[in-house]
Every structure is written in structure tokens, then in C-alpha cells.
């Protein structure tokens, strides 16, 4: 495992953009966000591997968020655009050393605290 840290979030108003960032102490070959609104389930909003076609998207998000890495393969941004009020959610980072299903929150072993986006409207 690894620590993760996430920034970036806040508030923000409907159509504006927002960028997380999520820093880990080592590299990981596989790196996502996924995301928690109240009363609702964690689920998946982006994933990126080792290359710019192993990039995945929820249906929600597709579109209006792009994730990236940087070429150390420590840090995962997730460039938010468009920010609808359904999108506010606690937005979680997580990692791991395998490409299975990018999108099961089970194949991550590393998960950072959580950092708050609130999208007003």
C-alpha cells in the first residue's frame, strides 16, 4: 500500500471547473477516483493505467472529467468541467499494483481520505 493525499476540492458553482490532484508516496501501476455523495454508494468516476488509451469514465462523467498522471506515475489529477449539482460528493483517490476492472472499487489497496466538492446551483 501507499499513502495518498487528495486536494483541490471546494465549492463551486454550477458550469464552473474544478481539478483534484492526489499525490502518492510511491508509484502504483493503476490509479482512480471514485466518489460518495450522502446517503448514496461509493462509486467509480475515473480510472487511468501506464498508457492515454487505458483511460476509463464512468457514463455520468464522460465527457466532462479527463484524468491524467504524470510521468512518475505518483500523482493522478482529475480535471473536472461542467460541475453539476449532482456531482457533489466526497471524491475519493485510490490505487493499486493490478489492471483488473478499473471500475470495482474491491481491486484498489490504497485510498486517500477524501477531499469535499460541493457544486451549488
Known amino acids: 500500500q501507499v499513502q495518498l493525499v487528495e486536494s483541490g476540492g471546494g465549492l463551486v458553482q454550477a458550469g464552473d471547473s474544478l481539478t483534484l490532484s492526489c499525490a502518492a508516496s510511491?508509484?502504483?501501476?493503476?490509479m482512480g477516483w471514485f466518489r460518495q455523495a450522502p446517503g448514496k454508494e461509493r462509486e467509480f468516476v475515473a480510472g487511468a493505467g501506464l498508457s492515454e488509451s487505458s483511460k476509463y469514465y464512468s457514463d455520468s462523467v464522460k465527457g466532462r472529467f479527463a484524468i491524467a498522471r504524470d510521468n512518475a506515475l505518483v500523482t493522478v489529477y482529475l480535471q473536472m468541467h461542467s460541475l453539476k449539482p449532482e456531482d457533489t460528493a466526497v471524491y475519493y483517490c485510490a490505487a493499486a499494483d493490478n489492471f483488473r476492472d478499473y471500475s470495482d472499487d474491491r481491486s484498489y489497496d490504497s485510498w486517500g481520505q477524501g477531499t469535499q466538492v460541493t457544486v451549488s446551483s
Open positions: 510511491g508509484r502504483k501501476l493503476k
